[in-house]
């Protein structure tokens, strides 16, 4: 099911990094959210692909707005970064370390 505010906004993708997190806490199981804490930042890419991947077709492709915005205004075009972007903070989240979006300015890295 999908949510929608007036102006066929989808409520149920998070417009924030606080609100990623907060969402992946609920559907992530113990286990998963151990081993992203203990995961070095290196191996983070590696070890969360499909994670990755359910972000991406959940949240990011479908969203034309909400956390996809976020990371278009930071000059984010790849969709893939902006889902790795998500569980690098949520890494630093359950490791209790602020974390903000490093806005890009060009497609060949921070």
């Known amino acids: 099911m999908y949510l929608y ?3 066929y906004v989808r409520v149920d993708i998070p417009a924030s990094l606080e609100e ?3 969402a992946l806490d609920n559907k992530l199981d113990e286990n998963t959210k ?3 804490k203990n995961s070095s930042l290196k191996a983070l890419p590696y070890r ?3 994670i990755r991947m359910w972000i991406h077709s959940k949240w990011i492709h479908p969203a034309n707005g909400r956390i996809d915005k976020v990371f278009r205004d930071a ?3 790849n969709t893939d970064e902006m889902a790795l972007e998500i569980i690098i903070g949520y890494h630093y989240y359950l490791n ?3 974390y903000e979006i490093n806005p890009k300015t060009d497609d060949k890295g921070r």
Do not use: A, L, S
Request: aromatic fraction near 22%; hydrophobic fraction near 15%; charge should be positive.
């Open 5 to 7: 505010t007036r102006d």
């Open 20 to 22: 990623c997190y907060k």
């Open 34 to 36: 151990k081993y992203i």
């Open 96 to 98: 209790g370390i602020h």
């Open 48 to 50: 969360t692909f499909e």
């Open 75 to 77: 000059g984010y075009t």
